[in-house]
């Protein structure tokens, strides 16, 4: 590898679930952790108009985490009212290849247009188990700009291995968190030693509070200049692994940018900025999971029907 630059089971129906929390009320449930890297973006539970945040009931998740034997962490943000559903947000989460979106969007702030369309070269002992792109480029290599692409759009692990090390390593995408504001989340390991996802292992972890804060940061602020966040907003919409998650959970006329991820011990996630028909503002949904064992696998139907929920409480 070369580098040049380094700066700085089935579903509970939707309705039964929606109506479940509407019997309850409105509430939201953290337990643990720091939610402190939001703090910089916008996102408190009351608007400046005064509105109180909207959400399903802490009742309406459990019943998920309980039909689907997971647990689960939900942070959604409507970006024009403020409004917040927020379930377990600030619990840590093996974050797996979701990672893939904060390091694009770390890699776009720093990079020259050079640099972007640098290529770079790696030998077949490089390329891992899943690298639907990159396994077909040992030969010639891969401009930078277009790893980015497979690793967003195919979640190409190798593609994703290349660029962090292109920005530095995992200790230089921390520290870009960090500098932006993010206490939070910990970037520690490569792809696929990431999603080991040991229960109480905080390496490579995050919490939905902290991640949808970052999310929000580079595809909607003013972290990267507006033709970069266009580039990641692109690679993004053209994910092709998302179907099943939050893409299935929102109206089919919402435009969906998402990043999934899955990892050990049921691990399974999908985090999105999505923008509704009609005009109005996007919202930022992260969603986390997994169920506890080792051998576990995920129910992908948990992210679509908790999105589904989440949906209906913003309004």
């Not at 997971?70 to 942070?75: F, I, S």
């Not at 490579?204 to 970052?214: C, L, N």
């Not at 200049?225 to 092709?240: F, Q």
Request: net charge negative.
């Amino acid at each position: 590898m070369t580098s040049s630059f380094r700066r700085p089971r089935t579903a509970l129906p939707a309705v039964a679930l929606l109506a479940a929390a509407l019997a309850v009320g409105c509430g939201h449930g953290t337990s643990g952790g720091t939610g402190a890297a939001a703090a910089a973006v916008p996102t408190t539970a009351t608007t400046s108009a005064g509105q109180s945040s909207a959400g399903p009931t802490d009742g309406a998740f459990k019943e998920l985490e309980q039909h689907f034997g997971a647990r689960l962490g939900v942070y959604a943000v409507d970006t024009g009212s403020g409004r917040e559903v927020a379930y377990r947000s600030d619990e840590r989460f093996a974050f797996a290849s979701t990672i893939k979106s904060l390091l694009t969007g770390a890699l776009l702030r720093t990079a020259s247009d050079q640099e972007l369309d640098k290529v770079v070269t790696y030998r077949q002992d490089d390329v891992l188990t899943w690298a639907p792109i990159t396994s077909r480029h040992v030969d010639t290599g891969m401009k930078v700009r277009d790893l980015a692409a497979a690793a967003l759009e195919y979640s190409d692990n190798t593609a994703a291995n290349l660029l962090m090390t292109e920005l530095g390593g995992p200790e230089a995408l921390q520290r870009t968190l960090r500098e932006l504001g993010d206490p939070t989340t910990n970037v520690n390991r490569n792809e696929p030693t990431l999603n080991e996802a040991t229960p109480g292992d905080p390496r490579d972890t995050s919490t939905p509070r902290a991640f949808a804060a970052d999310l929000r940061r580079y595809v909607l602020g003013d972290v990267l200049t507006e033709d970069r966040r266009r580039m990641l907003t692109d690679w993004m919409v053209g994910n092709t692994t998302g179907a099943p998650f939050i893409r299935a959970g929102v109206p089919v006329d919402w435009k969906i940018g998402d990043k999934t991820g899955n990892g050990g011990y049921g691990t399974r996630n999908d985090v999105a900025v999505a923008w509704p028909s009609g005009g109005r503002s996007p919202v930022v949904l992260v969603m986390m999971s997994d169920r506890g064992k080792a051998d576990a696998t995920s129910d992908d139907a948990l992210i679509a029907e908790a999105t589904k929920a989440v949906v209906t409480a913003l309004g």
